[in-house]
């Protein structure tokens, strides 16, 4: 919640006074080689000034808060907030510093304007892909207006999610899961009961209240009779990410990662909006899993346990992960893996998957732009690379089919692939 | 009124650029050679300064710095220069304070230590040229001498500025 250990409180010189007070050595230096009066005049408000400002700012400690809240559509990212502080006086000197996450674009220094209370501050940042990052908790310093000194601030502050998911994951809302849980095989589930959409009319019992009394019917029918409601039961779906390194190396694995994690909490939030359980497990060298549950709790806890994942170290083999995700979920429930499918190890979990009885889904982030992006060739080289990468990936998509549907993750803004193919059931099942 | 960035920092600086230039007419360049670097250097910083939000632009202070240090050297030392030297410097200042990318108000805001380092300025001028003795030395010293009052009288009035331990409760800290 706040910012952890107390920051310093002392007086911080930024490099400009140290220009400052260098300039005005000089200066002197000057006077004295020189004999000139004149230059040790200009010297003097130099030297002078760093230690006036000093004398001038808020005394220690001083405490100022930030609410910040990110927002934006699409490739925008505006980041924008208060700096609260007890003394409003002050609110126009301080400063924000933000350590701005590598996968998010823009100026590291934002826009401010007065406020009642303290200070108003926008960041305009860009996202060139889907990204989850994690803002962490900045830290605000008074700052003197000629910006030669500097003292940190105590305060409330807290680190900031920012989420940039495909737009039209919210579509997969409407994906019917079906949920597999307790009959075995596939079984389209549901509920009859209090709620729901209407079903059908039925006996009046003793303890049902009378707003589910059909009292129309009941007039015609000369008898009481209640409405019976039917409620979808929820259905069932494990995300699972793989994070293990593969042969196209740190930089666009962590970039896939990165595309990937978006992926799926925009998949989880819309598979938990429509009251469907959600579990979510990622596989480094070992499985770490959030078991299925519904609701906002849920959401919370695959959003941390998104963030938490990392480029793993050391690949687990393939085997271990679908043994290991039996522990956490029983076979029969429709993973949904998420995989770039690089190397031949990456894509042997489909296989094993399969044979313990998980039906899967494979979204596969597609390299391709990225390694294009990051590796400047060329127009022709750049041609022929692209072809070359075509045919392999599709040879490697190809072998993944034989177990389970790989839908080719190439434009990272959309998820309508996926969203089109998880909207026909019988494409879904696999023999 | 709302003023575009890149226009806010430029009526100080246009008094930054007529205080060097007048510096440059005191001194031993050519005119013409001695007004270009003053109004050169200020029109570059202050557009440097406009352009740029990250470290690129104290480029544009050590383009300023930089001028003031060739110009007062060469300058002649008589009451003029030594007067118009000290004014450059604090409209140095004041340039500093004024600066397009931070919150309106800033030469509002740096008044007192702008009016601090004049004080010295001031007293130092006219303790090397309206006293007898006439010397720029004693000039000088009597106006470090009065800033270290200042700083005495300041440090006095607020301890707490000199404070680094930590609150002994956390009401204290709220401060």
């Known amino acids: 919640m706040s910012s952890g250990p107390r920051p310093p409180t002392g007086i911080r010189w930024t490099p400009r006074a140290w220009l400052l007070l260098g300039a005005g050595t000089v200066l002197l230096l000057v006077a004295i080689a020189l004999r000139d009066p004149v230059a040790a005049f200009v010297g003097l408000p130099l030297l002078i000034a760093p230690i006036a400002v000093a004398m001038t700012g808020p005394p220690p400690p001083f405490r100022a808060d930030v609410a910040w809240s990110a927002d934006g559509a699409e490739t925008e990212v505006r980041v924008s907030g208060r700096i609260r502080t007890a003394a409003a006086s002050r609110g126009s000197e301080l400063r924000l510093l933000v350590h701005r996450p590598g996968e998010l674009l823009g100026p590291d220094t934002p826009e401010y304007a007065p406020a009642p209370d303290g200070t108003d501050f926008t960041f305009r940042w860009t996202s060139p892909w889907p990204t989850v990052s994690v803002v962490p908790a900045p830290t605000v310093v ?41 009959l075995p095989g596939e079984t389209r589930s549901h509920r009859i009961g209090p709620s729901g959409e209407f079903f059908g009319i039925r006996d009046a019992q003793p303890t049902d209240p009378p707003r589910r009394i059909n009292w129309l019917a009941s007039a015609r029918a000369g008898r009481p009779l209640a409405n019976e409601y039917e409620l979808d039961r929820t259905g069932d779906v494990v995300l699972l990410l793989d994070t293990r390194p593969t042969r196209l190396g740190a930089i666009v694995d962590e970039r896939l990662l990165g595309v990937s994690r978006a992926a799926l909490l925009g998949v989880a939030e819309a598979f938990l909006r429509a009251k469907d359980r959600v579990g979510f497990a990622a596989f480094d060298e070992f499985l770490h899993a959030v078991p299925l549950a519904g609701g906002r709790h849920q959401r919370i806890r695959i959003q941390q346990a998104v963030l938490a994942t990392r480029r793993a170290t050391l690949p687990g083999p393939s085997e271990r992960c679908a043994v290991s995700l039996g522990r956490y979920f029983p076979p029969g429930i429709t993973v949904l893996l998420v995989s770039s499918l690089a190397d031949e190890s990456t894509a042997e ?14 979204l596969s982030p597609s390299p391709l732009g990225v390694e294009s992006a990051l590796i400047p060739l060329d127009p022709e080289d750049d041609r022929l690379a692209a072809r070359i990468d075509r045919i392999d990936r599709r040879s490697s998509i190809a072998k993944t089919w034989m177990y389970a549907p790989v839908v080719d993750w190439d434009d990272f803004w959309t998820l309508a692939g996926l969203v089109r193919f998880l909207q026909q059931p019988r494409r879904r099942r696999v023999a | 009124m709302n003023v575009p960035a890149p226009l806010r920092g430029a009526p100080l600086g246009a008094v930054l650029g007529a205080a060097l230039a007048l510096l440059a007419l005191g001194t031993a360049f050519p005119w013409y050679i001695g007004l270009a670097l003053a109004l050169g250097s200020v029109a570059v910083a202050t557009w440097i300064r406009a352009q740029f939000t990250d470290g690129r632009r104290e480029l544009g202070v ?31 200042l004041l340039w500093l304070a004024d600066d397009p990318h931070e919150v309106p108000g800033g030469v509002r805001r740096a008044a007192p230590s702008v009016l601090v380092a004049a ?47 930590r609150p002994e409760t956390p009401k204290a800290e709220r401060g």
């Open chain 1, 349 to 362: 979990v489909v296989p094993h998957l399969t044979r313990r009885g998980y039906p899967v889904v494979v």
């Open chain 2, 62 to 92: 050590v383009l300023v710095l930089a001028a003031l240090v060739v110009l007062a050297s060469r300058a002649a030392a008589t009451a003029g220069p030594i007067l118009l030297g000290g004014i450059a410097s604090l409209a140095f």
């Open chain 1, 142 to 182: 008074w700052q003197d207006p000629l910006g030669l000194a500097q003292r940190p601030s105590a305060g409330d502050r807290e680190s900031l999610v920012v989420e940039r998911s495909p737009p039209d994951a919210m579509r997969l809302g409407t994906v019917r899961l079906e949920r597999t849980l307790p």
């Open chain 2, 119 to 165: 004080f010295v300025v001031g007293v130092g001028w006219a303790s090397a040229l309206l006293l007898p003795s006439r010397n720029a030395v004693v000039g000088i010293a009597a106006g470090l001498f009065v800033f270290a009052i200042v700083v005495l009288a300041v440090f006095f009035g607020r301890p707490d500025l000199l404070d680094r331990s």
